[in-house]
């Protein structure tokens, strides 16, 4: 059971909690360039560490206000809640923040292989 | 001459020691069951092969038995980072069935389902597979007429399917509460009598032991710390016991996909999350099937060993930890109660998670990836136990002929891309 503190409500056990994956995706340009591949990586790519992970969670049953956490996904250990509108200021958070993949290379394609009939 | 008949003797030999059977039993019981020969071997790790599977749970073994059965693979490595068969194939709740609604998935589970039927024979190892009938409730009238739908797209792809009513459902399962006052009253229901169940660990120990016998080496505490890639292609993997020299690499790691893809610098569409599960202490027989219900959000059937098994739905969040929320077993054990009152007074013995990848369309992949040679075969989300033979059978095949073959194509990578999704949270959103 996880125990996440709501910045406006306090400690609560998870089951309040809705989970919105990761944080601080942006969502592609619609642009006439945006190409399947990029956009399929905005919809489907995870970052799925296993480690430290940038998230969203809702507090549904409580506030329902939306916030940020820096958890660890091996131990479960919550290390950062900060708003969804900033970055995190811890020192492990912007380390994490920085090393996602989203803000470094391009995607890679995926291989061409025999279209469904 | 005579060399050339003491060969074939020897080797005629050896397999009979190896062939389980009424007679081997007889002849080991007299010497009272000391002398049975090991049902794998544990070889050293060589520095070359062609082919090497990472992960030795059930489809990973079952991929190499294929590879070495009906592609001649000769030499052919499976390395696991623990024990073989102790991840998520020794953590399911072994649940067996084919009834999916669409046909790609209706492609895939049948054909693995076929295998189950004749699978203990293939091995020579008892799989302990029961076709005890796999029944799904429903408890809305909403919910009903959607099923009754699915029932028939199901039949047409020929997998037997049949709704029921509640008072057919009484018949099958007399413990059952149909009391139509009920918060969640049972309104009806669909079962494949094929479906069953099967033990976990046995299809584990089968296939090794089959693969083991074709000249498969089934490597054990070897983790994978990265892979060997040039120009764009695999060419090894480095693991804690050194490096291994290969042409082709199949990838089956369920629960840790997505941490060895981004070993090869790639990353995939799958969130890895706990699903528990529980037993109750062993009672006499009482329930002869498996019970789903998708509304109230559990499944159980009995062991044989007398336990009833208990599973539900993953947790929401992302976790390596092999543990989940209690509040996910307070529900799942709540709709159990309601359901079964009869099992109000029981207590339960132990509970679990495993880790599960799970897709954005909750069916697998089974593809090439953006290294080539590389194959992965993974995000079987919360169902992956059922597939096992076919999932092996036709990974196999992918990796032998470097072209997924009609039933493995529709799983590739580029449905993400491309937009072929194949939707079945309703059929899978519980189901395992």
Avoid at chain 1, 33 to 39: A, C, G
Avoid at chain 2, 386 to 393: C, D, F, I, L, V
């Amino acid at each position: 059971m996880l125990h996440i503190e709501c910045p406006w409500c306090g400690f609560r056990d998870d089951a309040e909690f809705h989970y919105g994956g990761e944080a601080h995706i942006t969502r592609p340009d619609p642009s006439t360039t945006l190409t399947d591949e990029k956009f399929s990586e905005y919809l489907f790519s995870k970052t799925n560490t296993k480690g430290l992970l940038l998230e969203r969670w809702c507090h549904r049953s409580g506030c329902r206000r939306w916030f940020n956490v820096l958890r660890n996904t091996i131990t479960n250990e919550i290390l950062e809640v900060y708003p969804v509108t900033e970055k995190p200021s811890s020192k492990q958070g912007k380390e994490t923040y920085e090393r996602n993949w989203r803000r470094k290379s391009p995607p890679k394609k995926t291989p061409k292989t025999d279209e469904v009939k | 001459m005579i060399e050339k008949r003491e060969k074939a003797k020897s080797r005629t030999s050896t397999h009979k020691e190896n062939k389980y059977s009424l007679f081997s039993l007889a002849k080991n019981a007299v010497s009272k069951h000391k002398n049975w020969s090991q049902a794998w071997r544990s070889p050293e790790l060589k520095p070359e092969y062609d082919i090497v599977v990472i992960g030795a749970g059930g489809h990973g073994l079952a991929t190499a038995y294929y590879l070495a059965k009906e592609h001649g693979s000769k030499n052919i490595a499976v390395i696991d980072k623990g024990w073989l068969g102790g991840g998520n194939t020794g953590r399911n709740t072994t649940i067996i069935r084919s009834n999916y609604m669409w046909d790609e998935s209706a492609g895939i589970y049948e054909h693995s389902l076929k295998l189950w039927e004749t699978l203990s024979h293939e091995l020579n190892f008892n799989t302990m597979f029961s076709q005890r009938g796999v029944l799904t409730l429903a408890h809305t009238e909403h919910e009903l007429k959607e099923m009754t739908r699915r029932v028939e797209a199901i039949r047409l792809n020929g997998i037997d399917s049949e709704v029921l009513s509640p008072r057919a459902i009484k018949q099958i399962v007399p413990i059952i509460d149909i009391n139509p006052q009920l918060r969640y009253p049972v309104m009806g229901g669909f079962i494949q009598r094929r479906g069953g169940t099967a033990r976990h660990d046995a299809v584990a120990w089968g296939y090794a032991r089959a693969a083991d016998q074709l000249g498969v080496d089934i490597i054990q505490n070897c983790e994978v710390t990265g892979f060997n890639i040039k120009k764009g292609a695999i060419t090894g993997v480095k693991t804690v016991k050194g490096e291994i020299k290969a042409n082709k690499v199949g990838c089956v790691v369920a629960g840790h996909a997505g941490v060895v893809a981004e070993m090869a610098g790639f990353r995939l569409p799958i969130d890895s999350r706990p699903l528990q599960a529980l037993v109750s202490e062993p009672i006499k027989p009482i329930l002869d099937t498996v019970i789903m219900s998708n509304s109230v959000h559990m499944y159980v059937s009995q062991s044989d060993k007398g336990e009833l098994v208990l599973g539900a739905g993953a947790d929401s969040y992302n976790s390596y930890s092999q543990r989940g929320s209690l509040n996910i077993i307070e529900g799942m054990l709540a709709a159990a109660v309601e359901l079964f009152p009869v099992f109000s007074r029981l207590r339960m013995l132990r509970s679990w998670g495993g880790i599960v990848d799970t897709c954005p369309d909750a069916s697998p992949i089974i593809s090439k990836t953006p290294v080539k040679n590389l194959y992965f075969n993974c995000g079987w989300g919360t169902g992956g136990f059922k597939a096992t033979p076919g999932s092996g059978h036709v990974f196999a095949d992918l990796i032998a002929k470097d072209e997924p073959n009609s039933i493995a194509a529709p799983f590739s990578l580029d449905r993400f891309v491309g937009g072929y999704l194949i939707d079945e949270h309703g059929a899978a959103g519980v189901a395992h």
